[in-house]
């Protein structure tokens, strides 16, 4: 992980506590403090896995291999027969509900929108493509490319290339969709303010809406008889002053009439004439919501109407309109004039409140009261009808990590025999295998107070409780409990994984991960702990401090058992990355610059204009940098010069890490994406 920063000046100390007496007894009988979760059978996945060592003359070459991840889940919805649609941070997926088979997947999508008939599904993308697919096969139906974006001119001029990339990335995640309440149509809006309609039954354009009043479209909703459309937004586009409500016609593409309006537009406040529509809005102030009725042909204002909203407000007729509160019914008269003609005191508290079918009585609490049309004195009470409410679809963390929807990944790590794990989580942590797709969970009795740990084989996962530290033993589900641990502090197995250092505070142990006995107990000074890394050799342990403030850093050596003390850079920054060399001579910290400092003496050796999650190449010459922008930015150590840069992610990298052969690069990033970088 990183963060723009810099370097502290600080003198570290040690105390050696190596006995041949354990201060820490361990219990190395298995426990079922922890359970795996049943996981989908793992399909192999071919890896091309590069075998050419990146270096300085063939990084320009680098190339994507292979990329994995589904993305953390940000919203799900089932559709019939038996299907559900996901939306994940890197896309739409699209499974089979009853069995969770992925039948199909949209990397890259931003948005979907199911038909109301639940026949097709519209799925939006990062460049604003959109393709209609069938629900039922899941095939693509219809692929319609970006469409061309008439921009105000002074909106062009006044905007750089970054932003406008940056405000159509932000837009195709927002843009309102809406299909026809006969499902044979599709409304999107653009980021120019246009909106553009679709026959799905055809797959050709109907029209193009333009307009200078409105704005950008927040919310679009079809008229009851599919004729004409109804758009409400921002105007105007450039200044986000006033909401504006739109009419228009889609056989002749005019806008009928345009109005400063605010609220959200709703189906339920269509009357069943289709001479009426509303808008829900909260006046300033309010608690509560009021809808507000307009006259489709000119748009002039009904009224507006107090209380809640069943699913059929209106009578059958569109002359009635009813809302409640919890204590009251409210019977409102909207035409020849609008007026509140009754308030109705039900015996009990009320829950709903609508028409029947054939608008003689409205019906509280779906029948238990009924009050008799025209005017709604006479009250009977019922047996109400049961009333079951759709059970609501809940799926578990555990089986969105499952089908490999992973948030928060941790650490990456890779086996001589290019094995490849990735790990995160907390009070449940998993280990990922990409290659074939095998998710590992454990779940845990209590919440562990630190963040669980991967070795680096990848077979163990060690964590710390109040009463116990744990660690779990991958290959054969055995668990070994230690008497004590560290609390709120961070782990570390070494290389090897023979050894399992532990923070607390500013203060680090390490023990023998076989019986648990103390090999070292590190005394320093500054900020608490909260990561430990290891060089690749297992002779340093590099200490990052809590906010990656001044004084966060220290290094150790594991061999003479003692702090090495750094030279000071004179920054304010603190360390959020640090990076080994290979042969253990020098390490690269990330701060608000990258400073190069001698493991031997702490001494300065220079720094490079980066900063981000870093990367060593096999040959410690070259200096991978991944920032915020999803760019990977490469350094030559020894002109402290940029020689190459790439795009590697939409989101922030948080993640490098480069194969034992230095032929493969890994990236991660914030939004869950896992590349796989290489030369051909």
């Not at 000046?9 to 795996?36: E, G, I, W």
């Not at 799905?200 to 004729?227: C, I, K, N, W």
């Not at 009439?257 to 509303?278: A, C, H, M, T, V």
């Not at 204009?609 to 200096?623: I, N, R």
């Amino acid at each position: 992980m990183s963060l723009p920063s810099s370097l502290p000046t600080f003198t570290a100390t040690a105390t050696n506590t190596n006995t041949p007496t354990p201060t820490v007894t361990a219990s190395l009988t298995p426990t079922n403090t922890s359970t795996a979760t049943p996981v989908p059978t793992p399909t192999a996945t071919p890896l091309p896995w590069s075998n050419k060592v990146i270096d300085a003359s063939n990084i320009t070459q680098l190339t994507r291999l292979a990329s994995w991840g589904r993305g953390y889940v940000m919203g799900y919805q089932s559709a019939s027969p038996d299907r559900l649609m996901v939306l994940s941070s890197l896309g739409v997926y699209f499974y089979q509900l009853e069995d969770f088979k992925l039948l199909a997947s949209f990397p890259d999508a931003t948005q979907y929108c199911i038909s109301s008939d639940q026949t097709t599904a519209a799925i939006v993308f990062r460049d604003g493509a959109l393709k209609i697919i069938d629900i039922t096969s899941a095939e693509t139906k219809f692929q319609f490319e970006p469409l061309e974006l008439n921009l105000p001119a002074d909106f062009k001029a006044g905007i750089e290339p970054d932003q406008m990339k940056n405000f159509l990335r932000w837009y195709y995640q927002i843009l309102p969709l809406a299909y026809s309440p006969d499902s044979n149509l599709f409304a999107m809006s653009q980021a120019d303010g246009s909106i553009q309609v679709w026959d799905l039954s055809t797959g050709e354009p109907v029209v193009r809406l333009y307009h200078d009043a409105a704005g950008m479209d927040g919310q679009l909703m079809f008229t009851s008889d599919s004729t004409n459309l109804l758009s409400i937004g921002k105007q105007p586009l450039v200044y986000f002053r006033n909401n504006s409500l739109s009419y228009w016609s889609l056989s002749d593409g005019e806008m009928l009439w345009y109005g400063k309006e605010d609220g959200r537009l709703n189906q339920n406040l269509i009357s069943p004439d289709g001479s009426l529509f509303g808008l829900l809005f909260r006046p300033k102030g309010s608690k509560e919501e009021v809808s507000r009725l307009f006259q489709r042909d000119n748009g002039q204002l009904i009224g507006q109407i107090h209380g809640n909203i069943a699913e059929n407000p209106f009578s059958p007729d569109s002359n009635y309109f009813v809302t409640f509160h919890k204590n009251n019914v409210l019977i409102w008269q909207l035409r020849p004039k609008f007026q509140l003609i009754r308030t109705l005191y039900p015996p009990q508290e009320v829950s709903s409140a609508s028409f029947s079918r054939n608008g003689t009585q409205v019906e509280v609490n779906a029948g238990q009261f009924s009050y008799l049309a025209p005017d709604f004195l006479k009250m009977t009470e019922n047996k109400p009808r049961e009333v079951k409410d759709p059970e609501p679809l809940l799926i578990s963390e555990q089986q969105w990590r499952a089908l490999g929807h992973l948030p928060g990944k941790t650490g990456i790590t890779m086996t001589t025999e290019h094995q490849l794990y990735f790990w995160g989580g907390e009070a449940a942590a998993w280990r990922w295998a990409p290659l074939t797709d095998e998710v590992v969970q454990k779940s845990y009795e209590a919440n562990p107070i630190s963040s669980p740990v991967l070795s680096l084989d990848g077979t163990m996962l060690a964590a710390c409780f109040k009463t116990h530290l744990q660690i779990d033993n991958l290959s054969d589900s055995s668990v070994n409990q230690f008497e004590r641990c560290l609390p709120e502090g961070a782990l570390a197995f070494s290389p090897n994984g023979t050894t399992l250092a532990m923070s607390v505070s500013n203060r680090i142990k390490t023990m023998s991960v076989l019986d648990g006995s103390l090999i070292q107990d590190y005394i320093g000074s500054g900020l608490p702990i909260v990561r430990l890394i290891y060089s690749p050799d297992g002779r340093y342990l590099a200490s990052i401090g809590y906010y990656n403030r001044q004084n966060d850093f220290f290094l150790w050596d594991m061999v003479k058992e003692k702090g090495v003390p750094l030279q000071s850079d004179g920054s304010q920054w603190g360390v959020t990355d640090v990076a080994f060399s290979h042969d253990g001579k020098f390490m690269v910290l990330s701060k608000q610059v990258a400073w190069v400092i001698s493991t031997e003496d702490g001494m300065l050796r220079g720094k490079l204009p980066a900063a981000g999650t870093l990367a060593l190449t096999l040959d410690d010459t070259l200096l991978a940098v991944g920032g915020y922008d999803g760019v990977i930015r490469v350094f030559e150590m020894a002109s402290r010069e940029e020689i190459f840069n790439f795009q590697a992610h939409l989101g922030a990298v948080n993640g490098l890490f480069i194969s034992d052969d230095g032929a493969n690069l890994i990236s991660t990033a914030r939004d869950g994406s896992v590349n796989l970088w290489g030369i051909p």
